[in-house]
T-cell receptor, first 115, second 113 residues
Framework: ETGVTQSPTHLIKTRGQQVTLRCSSQSGHNTVSWYQQALGQGPQFIFQYYREEENGRGNFPPRFSGLQFPNYSSELNVNALELDDSALYLC??????????????FGPGTRLTVL | GNSVTQMEGPVTLSEEAFLTINCTYTATGYPSLFWYVQYPGEGLQLLLKATKADDKGSNKGFEATYRKETTSFHLEKGSVQVSDSAVYFCALNRGSTLGRLYFGRGTQLTVWP
């Protein structure tokens, strides 16, 4: 079974720039969720994609957007970067079935630094 | 609303000591409960889970029991090892098709030889 992978591992951007982070979900999973983990904090839910549609969103502004592709991989895009966007971005994949969402499995994360 | 409260860290123990990390939750409906572990510089790994009241999740010597009456899911291990040093996160999922996880702030555990 292939685990969740993310790219790139690290990224440095300047304020105002745009960034795209990528995630490949675990084999057999159909749902991808994105989380932001600031230093010393627990992960915060950004949004979830299911069947290529956004299936729920946390308290993040519209400049955070995403995509899910037919192979269930996903992208997270952040426009107009701010210093507070510096964080570890985690992708999690899971299988949604008739009984709800199964366990989410996380990738290693992308460390974004905004200068 | 939905939230998770974990005991504040850091927790420092000697090898072979007994570990308890407290976790309480507030949730609507019947959530599933999880413990995730994060080793330095890495993502989150699922440690254990429980999906209904009185269930006990266990893995690698760690255990946690879903207590609906006290809304708790405390993590325990009888004898910790240096390799258990990590940050531990308690989380809940309301179990709907929106699999949003609500996390606690994490508890840093350091085990000394």
């Amino acid at each position: 079974e292939t685990g969740v992978t993310q790219s790139p591992t690290h990224l440095i951007k300047t304020r105002g720039q745009q960034v795209t982070l990528r995630c490949s979900s675990q084999s057999g999973h159909n749902t991808v969720s994105w989380y932001q983990q600031a230093l010393g904090q627990g992960p915060q839910f950004i949004f979830q994609y299911y069947r290529e549609e956004e299936n729920g969103r946390g308290n993040f502004p519209p400049r955070f957007s995403g995509l899910q592709f037919p192979n269930y991989s996903s992208e997270l895009n952040v426009n107009a970067l701010e210093l507070d966007d510096s964080a570890l971005y985690l992708c999690a994949s899971s299988l949604v079935g008739t009984s709800g969402t199964d366990t989410q499995y996380f990738g290693p994360g992308t460390r974004l630094t905004v200068l | 609303g939905n939230s998770v409260t974990q005991m504040e860290g850091p927790v420092t123990l000697s090898e072979e000591a007994f570990l308890t990390i407290n976790c309480t939750y507030t949730a609507t409906g019947y959530p599933s409960l999880f413990w995730y572990v994060q080793y330095p510089g890495e993502g989150l790994q699922l440690l254990l889970k429980a999906t209904k009241a009185d269930d006990k999740g266990s893995n690698k010597g760690f255990e946690a029991t879903y207590r609906k009456e006290t809304t708790s899911f405390h993590l325990e291990k009888g004898s910790v090892q240096v390799s258990d040093s990590a940050v531990y996160f308690c989380a809940l999922n309301r179990g709907s098709t929106l699999g949003r996880l609500y996390f606690g702030r994490g508890t840093q555990l350091t085990v000394w030889p």
